[in-house]
């Protein structure tokens, strides 16, 4: 009986990851504990060992979005015969000979639930072998997939997690006008970051995660932060930061972000994060609506740090240094009043801290 090879688990059960290399083509042996592919989720890369001997069968296609915790492949039993493909026998040449389908095993499954007939599917994968991407697209009737613009493997990953955190979630963002009476911090990012997590200790509502309808409140807040790279978002987690000074904290958040783009994070790097900062202030934003990083319930969204003309109490004009906190929260789990109360907390820190 074939063994299930299954995707691991790297970031969430459920989101999807990618197979990047096959390290064993389809019908080949492998022994136990052989390395047999590199798969990624987001920019987390793992390898995949065989769980027994046997020959590999039925695996998914190189950047072919894949759940975590699913199949990537079987290995078939010593003994157990693959299924193959018997040689031709020969025959007439018959003009207009059509040649058999060669698809994926999930694209077969996705073209049998939508109805989808392989044999006028052009094939986008290699040699020709039809993905679930020639499958929707066909189900569509948009023709292949070259035809236009698509999203592909990680690019395609991190979209679709994306969607996860809008979608399962009942988003509301607040937002949040700080003025900081020391000037404009040295480590804006690392500041809030700190804040956030002083005040999640006495927020507990807000620091956690979801665990189907329930919310599991953490002890600890361990606040990832949102890191652009040049092939999209990540949030590796900075530990017990309200434990850090805020220099310790910028040190650490430069040396995750400098392994995210030398795509270096490993899976331990997202592991336990229980709240979310995102900063896009450098573009110039001010306000905006940052989506909730799964299976959290909230994240903090800092804007632009600037200073402007101002009335002090007695009338007159001083220079005044300000930034726009947003915090989006899921009100499935989190009320509109303690949420408030958390973002008024990290702004009364950040006011006097800078």
């Given at each position: 009986?074939?063994?299930?090879?299954?995707?691991?688990?790297?970031?969430?059960?459920?989101?999807?990851?990618?197979?990047?290399?096959?390290?064993?083509?389809?019908?080949?042996?492998?022994?136990d504990?052989?390395?047999?592919?590199?798969?990624?989720?987001e920019?987390?890369?793992?390898?995949?060992?065989?769980?027994?001997?046997?020959?590999?069968?039925?695996?998914?296609?190189i950047n072919?979005?894949?759940?975590?915790?699913?199949p990537?492949?079987?290995?078939?039993?010593?003994?157990?015969?693959?299924?193959?493909?018997?040689?031709?026998?020969?025959?007439?040449?018959?003009?207009?000979?059509?040649?058999?389908?060669?698809?994926?095993?999930?694209?077969?499954?996705?073209?049998?639930?939508l109805?989808?007939?392989?044999?006028?599917?052009?094939?986008?994968?290699p040699?020709?072998?039809?993905?679930?991407?020639d499958?929707?697209?066909?189900?569509?009737?948009?023709?292949?997939?070259?035809?236009?613009?698509?999203?592909?493997?990680?690019r395609?990953?991190?979209?679709?997690?994306?969607?996860?955190?809008?979608?399962?979630?009942?988003?509301?963002?607040?937002?949040?006008?700080?003025?900081?009476?020391?000037?404009?911090?040295?480590h804006?990012?690392?500041?809030?970051?700190?804040a956030?997590?002083?005040?999640?200790?006495?927020?507990?509502?807000?620091?956690?995660?979801?665990?189907?309808?329930?919310?599991?409140?953490?002890?600890?807040?361990?606040?990832?932060?949102?890191?652009?790279?040049?092939?999209?978002?990540?949030?590796?987690?900075?530990?017990?930061?309200?434990?850090?000074?805020?220099?310790e904290?910028?040190?650490?958040?430069?040396?995750?972000?400098?392994?995210?783009?030398a795509?270096?994070?490993?899976?331990?790097d997202?592991?336990?994060?229980?709240?979310?900062?995102?900063?896009?202030?450098?573009?110039?934003?001010?306000?905006?609506?940052p989506?909730?990083?799964?299976?959290?319930?909230?994240?903090?969204?800092?804007?632009?740090?600037?200073?402007?003309?101002?009335?002090?109490?007695?009338?007159?004009?001083?220079?005044?240094?300000?930034?726009?906190?947003?915090?989006?929260?899921?009100?499935?789990?989190?009320?509109?009043?303690?949420?408030?109360?958390?973002?008024?907390?990290?702004?009364?820190?950040?006011?006097?801290?800078?």
């Open positions: 009986m074939a063994t299930d090879v299954l995707m691991p688990v790297i970031t969430d059960a459920g989101a999807d990851a990618v197979v990047t290399a096959w390290f064993v083509d389809e019908g080949q042996p492998c022994e504990g052989q390395l047999i592919a590199e798969v990624q989720a920019k987390v890369a793992a390898e995949v060992h065989a769980p027994a001997a046997g020959l590999v069968i039925d695996p998914v296609d072919e979005p894949v759940a975590q915790g699913t990537i492949c079987r290995i078939a039993a010593a003994g157990e015969s693959p299924p193959v493909t018997a040689p031709p026998t020969p025959a007439l040449e018959v003009s207009g000979e059509v040649p058999a389908t060669v698809a994926s095993p999930a694209a077969r499954r996705l073209a049998r639930e109805g989808v007939d392989l044999a006028g599917v052009s094939g986008s994968g040699g020709g072998r039809i993905t679930e991407a499958v929707r697209s066909a189900e569509a009737g948009n023709g292949a997939p070259g035809a236009g613009v698509a999203l592909a493997g990680l395609e990953v991190i979209a679709r997690n994306m969607r996860r955190g809008h979608l399962e979630t009942a988003p509301v963002t607040l937002h949040s006008t700080i003025v900081l009476s020391g000037g404009v911090p040295a804006i990012t690392a500041s809030v970051v700190k956030a997590a002083v005040a999640l200790a006495e927020h507990l509502s807000l620091n956690g995660v979801r665990e189907g309808d329930r919310f599991i409140a953490a002890a600890i807040a361990h606040v990832a932060v949102a890191v652009q790279t040049d092939d999209g978002l990540v949030a590796p987690v900075v530990r017990s930061p309200a434990e850090r000074t805020v220099d904290i910028a040190e650490e958040i430069a040396r995750l972000a400098d392994r995210a783009t795509k270096e994070l490993a899976a331990a997202f592991e336990g994060g229980t709240f979310t900062v995102t900063n896009l202030g450098r573009w110039g934003i001010d306000g905006f609506t989506i909730i990083n799964l299976p959290q319930v909230a994240i903090l969204g800092v804007g632009a740090v600037r200073t402007g003309p101002a009335f002090d109490r007695d009338g007159s004009v001083i220079a005044e240094t300000r930034v726009v906190l947003s915090l989006t929260f899921d009100h499935a789990f989190v009320d509109g009043a303690p949420a408030a109360a958390f973002l008024q907390r990290v702004g009364e820190l950040l006011a006097v801290r800078g």
